[in-house]
């Protein structure tokens, strides 16, 4: 069966770095963009971060370019994201979504990331 489990979030400070992981079962990996997605209290689900399948290029939204960094292990079916500066407004339920296409979609076209991990919790207090 299909599966996608994050782990790394945790309760840090203004300031502190971050690793999460998404680490898939049930498929390969290669084939598959793999996309972060956020979402906080409140607000609507933002995309964050993606690596394409093709030729591991990187897509960051603006809100976290230049202190968080995506990556993928294909060989141990996981994909990473590395977050350092982290800031209050970081803090949200962090998903990671994996798309059959070499390149990443879009952010807003969402529904084109085919699997969907259950999130890990990231608390960044100030």
């Known amino acids: 069966q299909v599966r996608l489990v994050e782990s790394g979030g945790g309760l840090v400070h203004r300031g502190d770095s971050l690793t999460l992981s998404c680490t898939v079962s049930?498929?390969?990996?290669?084939?598959?963009?793999i996309g972060w997605f956020r979402q906080a209290p409140g607000k609507e689900r933002e995309g964050i971060s993606c690596?394409?399948?093709?030729?591991?290029?990187?897509h960051y939204a603006d809100s976290v370019k230049g202190r968080f960094t995506i990556s993928r292990d294909n060989a141990k079916k996981t994909g990473f994201l590395q977050m350092n500066n982290l800031k209050p407004e970081d803090t949200a339920i962090y998903y990671c979504a994996t798309a059959f296409r070499l390149k990443c979609p879009a952010f807003a076209q969402s529904h084109l990331y085919d699997y969907w991990g259950q999130g890990t919790q990231v608390t960044v207090s100030s």
């Open positions: 690596i394409s399948s093709s030729d591991g290029s990187e």
């Open positions: 049930g498929f390969n990996l290669e084939p598959y963009s």
